[in-house]
């Protein structure tokens, strides 16, 4: 286990640092001069030559590469380029706060729908109930998240008005009126992860009880209440534990349909924000960040699969 | 009158298949009487482990009881639904299965698995269901039980593994033990200990107990009575030393003559028996064993003979079974001599000089975590050679590295150091570095033929590739094809078999098949990797007559690997002994079956199970675990197994090669005159007679 996680974690920064490169690197593609867009078109040349002087623009890009990442990590991200030039960590940390809330709300309302929805149907495969829920997640994962998501507002909160449509809320409102208003974009993101649940759970179920350890415990004299709950469970659901893992990663920075169509101030709008707006070292932290937290989750995936499966933890 | 355990009376179970239903078992009966171990043997098919299970009312889903029925301590089971079998199932009667790894949860330690069941039945609490659970392990002889507790099942040898379900299955001193070949997994050194182990359990318990097998040793070793199984119907019941000393049915008798033996003269045949099993969709209508039988008369193909009781307790379905207790009918089962002698050849096909292979070396990781990591040396310092025109037989346990060695030698696996010899000029050890007259001359055939060959080719292509391959020049479309014609008939497969593909083969013309593309390019060295131990027993003296046959046919040496010495023994006239990568004996097969040898040679014939119960082998047994080849015991490797150790030195000295005859070497610190003592003259001083 030891040896396992020395080598992820290794992984993991190399994975980083070859991240922090391409992000460095793609921002330089786009074209645009950045003195420019923050002094706006009317500025003199002197103005936007001390400018580029003040940011290192006029150095070269391995020292500019080199500046940004060390800032970086010592955790000196710089200011925003637009927006009264922020200073961006704490920008990104409001965020991401709230990514994980609604990351946390999502799962809530989704893991346990999903799961015993996927052992149900794995527990039946191919009767009746299984086709529904098949039909039922299908339909639902091949909508794309902007038609759920209006489908929501117009029924939730244009229709019956029970919850907010998503007018952006200040960081200190009370913890019942912050659900209320995460209800909404959390259905519409966990619709996207139920299916994916769903079928890993129904698979993992199904592939258990062929298993020859099943037929021991039936002849145990186990009742089927009890072979399902103490043996089959435990280990069919391993795979499912993995995927939500995943998705915790996607759930943190990848919700960009999402939180636009809410208008939910997480990490996927500020990204989108300041691609919108060029706003390089914007950019290049929320990517940083994202690229971190999917690198997380996989790690965690890998981790927490490993805990749970004795024949990993113990090689 | 004593009530029998288990009765089963004309018992019938369908198979669906596709809108079909065939006939599974037809019309089974046997009896089952309490302290009795009933032998149930049969080969793949017979539908001798769907019957076990029958007798525990558990069905696979596609399954239909059509008649018949099923009593356990005269209550009749077929009616009961499995909510009412849950106060019989692991209570009254437990399941020891197959593969014990598979059978376990992986995912609860071996303590919790165990206790579970006493949990269930007898109402105890957690930790008294623990505590019992430990004295069970303790009473399957686990040297460390409170350690084995929380152990999980993939943390355990096989062998463990099997006495953990034996725990398992015992815990609540049910009166019916069904054992589904438990031990065809394991080592037969390991298959040993744990059938004594089964044999004074399930006697000191007074359980009955069915023990399943396609070995007709072990059966003959361990249970009284014994039941035999083909294509789904019993052709004979019997005690057990009547049915191996007095065998009346014509399948039971050829399949005894035809187990694989040392036979005298290098070029005897096995009797065999021709044929297939009949697949489930076309059992025939008349006798299930006619198209196989040498003595089958018209009778017998047109109509089902039926099971009759003889002499009170016997129990045999044959129409010409007074003829043959009377001696009226004789079956021949002579070994037959085979073509005439090989020439003998002098000089060796093969050397094999100082093979070294370690896998598995320390990572960048280890050394920086200093985990201490060792590499796992699979083959130390291994040297052999194949003599012309013979066959060399290679045998050991699992992890010995027989069939690593064998691997580098083919070059499926690239040395870490040793040098290799293929008729007399040097052979890389790097398998794309060998010209291509090097692999014509060095083929190899694996153990299972369901995997050695491609399932999208047909018999004909894949022997066609193999033939233009191998050959320098290019070949005509029809030069291939008579060469394939040629190849099928070497191994007596019809000419049509081309045509076909490997999912329409048995399992013995699959490996005819690959016998056949091993022998495309007349090589002068065939690797044998345990080529029948996947087959039927009623098989593989086909296969292994056959490999004799293409021996003296095409005047090619084989190295057979193999941990069946029986197999190896008549095939081989040479042998060499690994263990845990060392080679600790080679010989004659002559010199290595008899004293003196090395004991762990001694140890391994002696746990070859021999068809006859009355048969007295000498009884020795490994106790402990296989050592990991990653931590080698100091000393003589086998020191913390051998029941000859004879001190300190064992421990601590490699042991010297000494030489015990022509071309005999033993590696062992006992001196060469004393190791015959010992296993000659005073067999008594370490060793018990079996019985």
Redesign the interface.
């Known amino acids: 286990m030891?040896?396992f996680l020395?080598?992820r974690l290794?992984l993991l920064a190399l994975t980083l640092f070859l991240t922090s490169i391409l992000v460095f690197a793609s921002t330089q593609i786009l074209p645009g001069d950045v003195a420019r867009l923050i002094l706006g078109r009317e500025a003199q040349d002197q103005a936007l030559q001390d400018l580029r002087e003040e940011l290192g623009l006029n150095q070269p890009l391995p020292v500019q590469y080199t500046a940004w990442l060390t800032g970086f990590v010592s955790g000196d991200w710089g200011r925003a380029f637009t927006g009264g030039r922020p200073p961006i960590r704490p920008l990104v940390m409001e965020r991401l706060g709230r990514s994980m809330q609604l990351a946390l709300v999502t799962l809530i309302l989704t893991v346990p729908l999903s799961v015993t929805l996927g052992v149900i149907a794995g527990l039946r495969e191919n009767t009746w109930i299984d086709s529904v829920i098949n039909i039922l997640t299908l339909a639902v994962v091949g909508l794309p998240e902007f038609v759920t998501g209006l489908v929501l507002i117009n029924v939730f909160a244009l229709g019956l008005g029970w919850f907010p449509t998503g007018a952006a809320l200040s960081s200190d409102a009370p913890l019942g009126e912050a659900l209320r208003q995460m209800i909404l974009p959390a259905t519409a993101a966990g619709f996207v992860m139920m299916a994916y649940i769903v079928r890993m759970t129904r698979a993992g179920v199904i592939d258990e009880m062929k298993?020859?350890?099943v037929?021991?415990?039936?002849?145990?004299?186990?009742?089927?209440r009890?072979v399902i709950v103490?043996?089959v469970l435990?280990?069919a659901l391993l795979p499912t534990v993995t995927v939500i893992a995943l998705s915790i990663g996607w759930l943190i920075g990848g919700l960009i349909v999402i939180e636009n169509v809410f208008n939910y101030p997480g990490l996927g709008r500020l990204m989108t924000a300041a691609v919108e707006d060029k706003d390089i070292p914007l950019m290049q932290a929320t990517v940083m960040v994202v690229v971190f937290f999917f690198a997380l989750a996989n790690l965690a995936a890998d981790v927490v699969y490993a805990l749970?499966?004795?024949?990993i933890r113990?090689e | 009158m004593i009530t029998p355990v288990v009765q089963v009376e004309d018992f019938n179970l369908e198979y669906r298949l596709g809108k079909r239903w065939l006939n599974v078992l037809r019309d089974v009966s046997f009896a089952i009487m309490p302290d009795e171990i009933h032998g149930l043997v049969g080969e793949s098919g017979s539908g001798k482990s769907t019957l076990a299970l029958a007798i525990?009312n558990?069905f696979t889903p596609n399954a239909r009881v059509a008649g018949g029925r099923v009593r356990f301590e005269g209550e009749d089971l077929l009616d009961r639904t499995?909510?009412e079998?849950?106060?019989?199932?692991?209570?009254r009667m437990?399941?020891v299965?197959q593969?014990a790894l598979?059978?376990?949860?992986?995912?609860?330690t071996v303590g919790d698995q165990i206790g579970?069941?006493t949990r269930?039945?007898e109402g105890l609490s957690r930790r008294e269901s623990l505590r019992r659970a430990e004295e069970m392990l303790r009473r399957v002889r686990i040297s460390d039980p409170e350690t084995v507790m929380r152990r999980?099942p993939?943390?355990l040898s096989g062998g463990m593994q099997q006495r953990v379900?034996i725990a398992?299955a015992l815990s609540t001193s049910p009166r019916l033990l069904i054992l589904d070949e438990p031990t065809t997994a394991l080592d037969v050194t390991t298959q040993a200990v744990i059938v004594d182990l089964f044999r004074d359990l399930i006697h000191d318990t007074h359980a009955a107990a069915l023990y399943v097998s396609h070995d007709l040793g072990l059966v003959a070793q361990l249970c009284d009575r014994v039941t035999v199984l083909y294509g789904g119907e019993v052709m004979a019941c019997a005690p057990a030393a009547d049915l191996y000393g007095r065998p009346l049915h014509p399948y039971t008798i050829s399949l005894l003559a035809s187990l694989p033996r040392r036979t005298e003269g290098a070029e005897t045949r096995l009797p065999t028996i021709e044929g297939v099993a009949p697949a489930l969709a076309d059992r025939p209508a008349g006798c299930v064993f006619a198209a196989r039988c040498p003595a089958a008369l018209e009778q017998c193909r047109r109509e089902k003979p039926p099971l009759e009781v003889i002499a009170g307790d016997r129990l045999i379905k044959c129409w010409r079974w007074r003829e043959i207790a009377s001696g009226a009918l004789i079956i021949d089962t002579s070994p037959q001599q085979g073509a005439g002698d090989a020439p003998p050849r002098d000089g060796y096909v093969l050397t094999a000089q100082a093979m070294f292979k370690a896998f598995d070396p320390p990572t960048l990781?280890?050394r920086?975590?200093m985990?201490g990591r060792r590499p796992l040396r699979a083959v130390d310092d291994a040297s052999l050679r194949v003599r012309a025109r013979s066959t060399l037989g290679l045998v050991g346990e699992s992890g010995s590295g027989k069939t690593t060695l064998a691997r580098l030698i083919v070059g499926l696996e690239t040395a870490d150091a040793g040098a290799l010899e293929l008729l007399d000029m040097p052979l890389d050890l790097r398998l794309n570095r060998r010209p291509r007259s090097a692999l014509r001359e060095l083929q190899m055939v694996f153990q299972n033929p369901n995997d050695a060959l491609n399932p999208y080719l047909s018999v004909g292509e894949q022997l066609g590739r193999a033939v233009r391959w191998l050959s320098d020049e290019r070949l005509s479309r029809d030069t291939v094809r008579e060469r394939v014609r040629a190849l099928l008939s070497a191994v007596r497969l019809p000419e049509t078999f081309a045509e076909r593909y490997p999912v329409e083969l048995s399992g013995g013309e699959k490996q005819r098949v690959a016998i056949a593309r091993a022998f495309a390019a007349d090589p002068a060295l065939v690797v044998a990797d345990e080529p029948t131990s996947a087959l039927d027993v009623s098989v593989q003296s086909v296969i292994l007559n056959l490999l004799k046959d293409l021996r003296a046919l095409k005047g090619a040496s084989y190295l057979l690997i193999s941990h069946n010495l029986d197999a190896v023994a008549f095939l081989a006239d040479w042998i060499v002994v690994m263990y845990l990568g060392e080679i600790v004996e080679q010989g004659s097969v002559a010199q290595v079956y008899s004293a003196p040898s090395h004991p762990y040679t001694e140890a391994l014939i002696s746990a070859i199970p021999v068809a006859d119960p009355a048969a007295q082998r000498k009884h020795i047994r490994l106790e402990g675990e296989l050592p990991s080849p990653r931590d080698l015991p100091t000393g003589c490797r086998f020191h913390t197994r051998c029941p000859r150790k004879i001190g300190a030195i064992c421990e601590h000295d490699a042991p010297p090669i000494r030489e015990a005859g022509d071309g005999h070497y033993i590696r062992c610190h006992i001196p060469i005159e004393d190791l015959t003592r010992l296993q000659v003259e005073d067999p008594a001083a370490h060793v018990s007679e079996a019985g």
Do not use: C, F
Not at chain 1, 308 to 311: C, D, H, I, S, T
Not at chain 2, 85 to 91: A, E, L, P, T, V
């Open positions: 030891l040896r020395t080598r290794a298993k020859t350890y037929r021991t415990a039936i002849l145990k004299g186990l009742s089927r009890q103490r043996h435990r280990n749970l499966n004795p024949r113990l | 525990m558990s499995p909510a079998m849950r106060s019989i199932w692991g209570k437990s399941l299965p593969d598979a059978a376990l949860n992986p995912s609860h579970e069941i269930l039945h999980y993939h943390q379900t398992m990781v280890d920086l975590l985990t």
